[in-house]
């Protein structure tokens, strides 16, 4: 029955039926489904999606719109996705690079890592390394994410690395990259500290920093 909704959720996002997308996501929201495994149903989508636009079968208009009924569906979602949580763990500076606009993936990382106990501080998208660079200053994160899915921006991530080092505060924080555009490898060169290839194993990996 559940598998069966899941499925039903992917295909309205993929029939562009935002009104039957809305109505399975409420029905999931307050149902035995699994919040993670809905929202992973709409990221699976989404992939799909991307293939389309891709290969051409799709435009921006139908990427656009798809877009947005993953934004109403995981809005209702990803907020109630469940996580072991264990009280105030540090802060975490989160944001989208310079040159990128999309944020779904950014929030849910977000909605989930503050449902673990973690202070978010949600610096929007299209964020120049400097505005970075000034956040973790200010706020002493534990932790800076940064989310990229443009392999056209990706470059931003070494810009914030080389900020970081130039007003020497690179040694006082943990950079965790994530989105679609990069790959362990790319962190490793990079010089980031981890990977996070979705929300709970980046969740994971800061509480282990936490905990060090
Ligand atoms: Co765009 N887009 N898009 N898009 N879009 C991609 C990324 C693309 C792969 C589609 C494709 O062609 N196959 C392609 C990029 C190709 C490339 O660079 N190699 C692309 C393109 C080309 C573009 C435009 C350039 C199109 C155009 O205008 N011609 C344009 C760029 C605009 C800009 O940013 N300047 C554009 C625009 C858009 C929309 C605005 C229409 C919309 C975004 C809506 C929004 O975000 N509010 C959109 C969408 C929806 C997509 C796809 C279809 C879906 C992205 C998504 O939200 N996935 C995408 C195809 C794809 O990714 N396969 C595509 C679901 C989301 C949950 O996954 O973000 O990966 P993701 O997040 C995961 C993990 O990666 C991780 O956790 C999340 C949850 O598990 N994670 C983090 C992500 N960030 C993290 C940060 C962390 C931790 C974990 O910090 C610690």
């Known amino acids: 029955m559940s598998g069966e909704i899941l ?5 309205r996002l993929l029939d562009l039926d935002m009104d039957g997308a809305v109505e399975l996501a409420e029905l999931v929201a307050g149902g035995d489904v699994r919040i993670a495994d809905a929202v992973n149903a709409i990221s699976e989508g989404l992939e799909v999606v991307g293939q389309r ?12 719109y798809a877009g947005e009924i993953a934004r109403e569906t995981m809005d209702l979602l990803s907020p109630l996705m469940e996580t072991a949580s264990s009280g105030p763990l540090g802060t975490v500076v989160v944001g989208t ?11 849910i990382f977000i909605n989930y890592a503050r449902s673990a106990g973690f202070k978010l501080i949600d610096l929007g998208v299209d964020v120049p390394a400097e505005g970075f660079v000034s956040a973790v200053k200010e706020h002493h994160p534990l932790a800076l994410g ?23 505060v690179r040694d006082k924080v943990k950079v965790i990259i994530g989105g679609a555009a990069l ?4 962190a490793e060169n ?8 979705d929300a709970v194993t980046g969740t994971d990996i800061i509480r282990g ?3 060090s």
């Open 7 to 11: 499925e039903q959720l992917k295909a």
């Open 209 to 211: 920093w936490g905990a």
């Open 97 to 107: 690079v310079a040159g990128d606009l999309h944020d779904l993936g950014k929030d």
């Open 146 to 168: 940064m989310s990229c899915l443009l392999t056209t921006t990706d470059s931003e991530i070494g810009k914030v690395i080389e900020g970081l080092k130039r007003q020497n």
């Open 53 to 64: 636009f891709q290969r051409g079968e799709w435009f921006l208009t139908e990427l656009v």
């Open 190 to 197: 990079a010089g980031a500290d981890a990977f996070a290839p």
């Open 183 to 186: 790959t362990e490898q790319f």
